[in-house]
């Protein structure tokens, strides 16, 4: 990435959180402890867990038979 294309990125990085920030300050107070628990469930769906935490997590659902029969893996799956 060029320098200029990092400033660029940078830049708009800067202006979502501006952004952000400002709705944030919009927001009633008594609304502020539901906002910020939205932030961190969202925050928490769409960041990946590390390949150590979703193995252990496998591992886990393995040893305790929390799983599901390979038959049923593609059931209400509409591929076609």
């Known amino acids: 990435m060029t320098q200029e294309k990092f400033s660029n990125h940078q830049a708009k990085i800067t202006a979502l959180q501006e952004e952000v920030i400002n709705e944030i300050q919009q927001t009633p107070q008594e609304y ?39 038959s049923e893996l593609w059931d209400d799956i509409d591929a076609e």
């Open 32 to 70: 502020l402890p539901s906002l910020l628990q939205i932030i961190r469930l969202f925050r928490e769906s769409v960041t990946l867990k590390s390949a150590e935490e979703s193995f252990r997590q496998g591992w886990e659902e393995a040893m305790t038979d929390n799983t599901f029969p390979i």
